[in-house]
Nanobody, 118 residues
Framework: QVQLVESGGGLVQPGGSLRLSCAASGRIVSVNVMGWYRQAPGKKRELVATITTGLSTNYADSVKGRFAVSRDSAKNTVYLQMNSLKPEDTAVYYC????????????WGQGTQVTVSS
């Protein structure tokens, strides 16, 4: 079984920064995509950013230029550096790990709350 453990959420003022981390453990396929999604109250879960084992990245338009996703594959850990945070970034952020080729390999973290408010 695979487990994802997230950390780094919290309360921050507009314009501030936060860094999220997500560590995966268990039997993990070698070619995979790690990433972050978020869900605000009353809204659907949406993509924030992903990164492959080959370090290809993908970002939602709303976070381009403000957020940066990275990974340490040796530690099976993905990070999300969030800068210039806005109130509309407030959401529960979920870590995701999925196989690039294995469609049945898809795991989620428990979520971490990010609140941007003055």
């Amino acid at each position: 079984q695979v487990q994802l453990v997230e950390s780094g959420g919290g309360l921050v003022q507009p314009g501030g920064s936060l860094r999220l981390s997500c560590a995966a453990s268990g039997r993990i396929v070698s070619v995979n995509v790690m990433g972050w999604y978020r869900q605000a109250p009353g809204k659907k879960r949406e993509l924030v950013a992903t990164i492959t084992t080959g370090l290809s990245t993908n970002y939602a338009d709303s976070v381009k230029g403000r957020f940066a996703v990275s990974r340490d594959s040796a530690k099976n850990t993905v990070y999300l550096q969030m800068n210039s945070l806005k109130p509309e970034d407030t959401a529960v952020y979920y870590c995701n790990l999925r196989g690039l080729w294995e469609t049945n390999f898809n795991y989620w973290g428990q979520g971490t709350q990010v609140t941007v408010s003055s």
